[in-house]
């Protein structure tokens, strides 16, 4: 079975950083591209960027440049998000998904769920 | 970046009635025969399901009743028959050119 399972709930303080984790099983992590996604409190969906476990290759939203940082750990098969300089904008459900079919999202972590609160 | 526009916003149908949900692209999103439209389910509290990508071909897993159709800048996803398990939001989005981009949703309520 494929699961992507995501690191728990953050709370931290503006001006901080946060790495999130989404470790992946059932299938071999470096043949797929892993992107993630933005949910603000109900809202829609933005995507950040995405990884290439294989080569470590990124590419990033335009808007999301200098925000996040992807990496990842080919020995754990897990995919990392690092966010900095975090503002009550950054406050957010974050997933990550596996690259599907023509570029389609097949597989999702059940998100985590950052909120930036002093 | 591509814009999707969906409607609408939100509706009501009837159980066992027939649910069309609309996306609108500012541009084409068809690329060397393929339509590049992918359609997602969510539930409160739960992460985005695929239901439909390349516009057309259902995910491994979901219900018949569930269909897409369309190319180039219109497409469209049907739900026929609405069950009550169906009530969630649907987005659609695109893969054809980075940024992929996402829809606003539309909500789905089971009268």
């Known amino acids: 079975e494929i699961q992507l399972q995501q690191s728990g709930p953050e709370l931290v303080k503006p001006g901080a950083s946060v790495k999130v984790s989404c470790k992946a099983s059932?299938?071999?992590?470096?043949?797929?591209?892993m992107y993630w996604v933005k949910q603000s409190h109900g809202k829609s969906l933005e995507w950040i960027g995405y990884?290439?476990?294989?080569?470590?290759?990124?590419s990033y939203n335009q808007k999301f440049k200098g925000k996040a940082t992807l990496t990842v750990d080919k020995s754990s098969s897990t995919a990392f998000m690092h966010l900095n300089s975090l503002t009550s904008e950054d406050s957010a459900v974050y997933y990550c998904?596996?690259?599907?079919?023509?570029?389609?999202?097949?597989?999702w972590g059940q998100g985590t769920t950052l909120t930036v609160s002093s | 970046d591509i814009v999707l526009t969906q409607s609408p916003a939100s509706l009501a149908v009837s159980l066992g009635q027939r649910a069309t949900i609309s996306c609108k692209a500012s541009?084409?999103?068809?690329?060397?025969?393929?339509?590049?439209m992918n359609w997602y389910q969510q539930k409160p509290g739960q992460p985005p399901k695929l239901l439909i990508y390349a516009a057309s071909n259902l995910e491994s897993g979901i219900p018949a009743r569930f269909s897409g159709s369309g190319s180039g800048t219109d497409f469209t996803l049907n739900i026929h028959p609405v069950e009550e398990e169906d009530a969630a939001t649907y987005y659609c989005?695109?893969?054809?050119?980075?940024?992929?981009?996402f829809g606003g949703g539309t909500k789905l309520e089971i009268k």
């Open positions: 989005q695109q893969s054809n050119e980075d940024p992929p981009t």
């Open positions: 059932g299938y071999s992590f470096t043949d797929y591209n």
């Open positions: 541009q084409s999103v068809d690329y060397d025969g393929d339509s590049y």
């Open positions: 990884i290439d476990p294989y080569n470590g290759g990124t």
């Open positions: 998904a596996r690259e599907g079919v023509l570029r389609s999202f097949d597989y």
